[in-house]
Structures are given as C-alpha cells and as structure tokens.
C-alpha cells in the first residue's frame, strides 16, 4: 500500500515540476522530453531486446504505446490553463468509463450519475466566475479517452513481462510525440539545463512509479489496488498547492471527491476481470 502512495507522490510530484518547463518548452516540448527520456530510461533498465516479439505481440504494442503517447500529450496540453488536480479528476473518467460499460450491473448507473455531477461542476458553463478553460476541458476529457483505450489495449499485452511491454510502449508513444515537440520547441529541447531538469522529470514521472506498481501488485488484490489509486486526483491536487500554487474551491474540491467516490464504487461493483486501471497514467 505504501508502494502505490509513494507511486501516486511521484507522479505528482513529477507532473507539478513538468509543468515548470511549460515556460520553455511549451507542453508539447515538455510532453517530449518526459515521455522521450522515459522511454530512453526504461530501455537501458530493462533491455527489451532479452526477451522475443512476435508479430502480433508487436502489433498489439503499437496502439498501446500510441495511446499512451496521445495520453500524456493532451494531459499536458491540459494541464497548460486548468489545475491539475481537476485535470487528473477529469482524466480519471476514462478507467472508470471502462469498468462501469464492461460491468452492466444496474448499480454502475449510481457511479456514472455521482461522476456525471463531478464533471458537470467542472464543466465551463458559466456557473462559476472562476469557470475552467473549455479547450483545457476538452483536451482532459480527450486525455481521458486515451486511458480508456489505453486500458483496453493494454490487457492485449498483459502476457508480455510487464517491465517488456511498458518500455516498448513507451517508445511508440516517444515516436508519436516527439515530432509535436520539436515543432514546437526546436533546438531549446537540447538545452543542457532543459535536458536535465527533463530526465528528472522522466525519472519521477515514470521509471520511478512503475517500479513501485510492479511492486504493489504483486502484494495486493486487483481491487485494493484500484481503490488506492482513486485516491490519485486527491493527491495531485494537494501536492500542487505548494508546487504550483493552484488553490482550488470548495466547488472544485467536491467535484474532485465525486469523481473519487465514482472510481471507487466502480471498482467495488465491476467485474472482477474488467476494472479501474491497472497502472498509473504515464
């Protein structure tokens, strides 16, 4: 339990420091160094050549890392006008999408009313003068949608080791977003400083919590472990209030508790075989 805290901090951490670097390199820029250096990361941790890629073993890589990619680079992007917290709360529809449409049981219907008022608190349409960006919004909700399918495909590598399949994802996801970033940023991705800060920000972000998922889930049910990582856009949101001074309503506080509340009734009354994610974005 202490390992999928300390992976839910990292990713926080990491992503509230990943913001710094908006100023620089834009999110698109910052997109690229995190998930770029990650992949670089993971490749010389775990060295996926060790292990055999069939054909279809590669082809069930490609849209997984594609979503991941399309995952991280419209998280980001939304991450550039709204706080992160609400972002992540937002993003956190996806898996719980996945685990009530896979359920069907009649109670899922309460998950997706409680959800359905988090989002319609967060939702720009005027009744908050402190109403959030609706491009930021979309591009969460877009982000959301990658971690459903994110999700769905990932359960098609689930035979793979998962250091194997993470680290390949993560380079077909690197393979996607790198162009966006460097039309974006140019030369200023290969900034000394830009770089380091980068890696650092690649190390929390990712190789760091993956390292502690894989071992949280080898200690704990599949459904102590989704109820945990509901805790995430709570956590997020707490940590940038120090990192990024992003001071939330009482509001947008409740509607965080909602989509908290909706992830973990999900999880309590979904199939066992069909839940909340298993991994952490990211």
């Given amino acids: 339990m202490l390992a999928v805290l300390g992976a ?65 680079l419209l998280f980001y992007l939304s991450i550039r ?39 319609g608190l967060l939702l720009p349409f005027g009744h908050d003068v402190r109403s959030l960006d609706p491009v930021g919004v979309l591009y969460a909700i877009g982000a959301a949608t990658c971690w459903g399918l994110y999700i769905f495909f990932g359960k098609r590598t689930g035979h793979l080791h998962a250091g194997h399949s993470v680290t390949l994802g993560l380079v077909v996801a690197s393979i996607l977003v790198l162009p966006f970033g460097i039309a974006h940023a140019g030369a200023a991705l290969l900034d000394s400083k830009v770089l380091l800060f980068g890696l650092g920000v690649a190390v929390v972000s990712s190789a760091i919590p993956v390292s502690l998922e894989m071992v949280a889930l080898k200690r704990l049910s599949h459904e102590t472990y989704s109820i945990m990582v509901s805790m995430e856009p709570g956590v997020l949101a707490l940590i940038a209030i120090p990192m990024l ?33 298993e991994a952490l974005p990211g």
């Fill in 245 to 277: 001074d992003e001071h939330l309503s009482i509001i947008q506080w409740f509607a965080i508790a909602c989509t908290m509340l909706a992830s973990v009734g999900s999880t309590l009354t979904a199939r066992r075989d069909h839940g909340l994610p």
């Fill in 81 to 119: 006008t709204i706080p992160l917290g609400l972002a992540t709360a937002i993003e956190f529809l996806g898996p719980m999408a996945v685990a009530v449409l896979t359920s069907r049981r009649a109670v899922d219907f309460l998950w997706v009313a409680v959800a359905a008022v988090g989002l």
């Fill in 8 to 72: 839910i901090v990292a990713l926080g951490v990491g992503s509230s420091a990943a913001k710094q670097l908006f100023p620089v390199v834009g999110a698109q820029g910052t997109t690229a160094l995190r998930v770029g250096l990650s992949a670089l990361v993971l490749v010389l941790l775990w060295r996926p050549w060790r292990w055999p890629l069939t054909r279809a073993d590669a082809a069930a890589v490609v849209p997984y890392g594609l979503t991941l990619g399309g995952m991280n």
